[in-house]
């Protein structure tokens, strides 16, 4: 087999098999009883918003139930929701956070 042939065998496989890793929404749900202003905390420390970013998110959550924090793998999402959810615990909010494949 030539050098050249075997390049090519390579990149003909890669691109049968390797498919990109499924993707997963974190988003926040609405409540009574979590402050606004804690919501854009957490957006802002977990989710790397601007301030002004966290507060049009947290007023979609607020007005339509639900809204997107952002989209990671599945890895990533998991462990956001994990960071969120302790945090809303130890501030005794009953705050919501799940992830979703997209
Ligand atoms: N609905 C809450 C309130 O009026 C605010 C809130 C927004 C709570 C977003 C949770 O994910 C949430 N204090």
């Known amino acids: 087999m030539t050098d050249k042939f075997e390049h090519s065998t390579v990149l003909e496989r890669q691109e049968a098999k390797v498919k990109p890793p499924p ?20 957006l802002q420390k977990f989710f790397g918003m601007s301030r002004e970013k966290s507060t049009q998110v947290m007023l979609k959550v607020h007005r339509e139930g639900r809204g ?23 501030h005794q909010h009953p705050l919501q956070c799940v992830m979703e494949e997209a």
């Open 68 to 90: 997107v924090c952002g989209l990671f793998p599945r890895d990533v999402a998991a462990t956001k929701v994990d960071q969120v959810s302790e945090y809303a615990r130890q």
């Open 23 to 42: 993707m997963f929404q974190v988003l926040l749900l609405n409540d009574d009883f979590t402050p606004m202003e804690f919501v854009v905390s957490v």
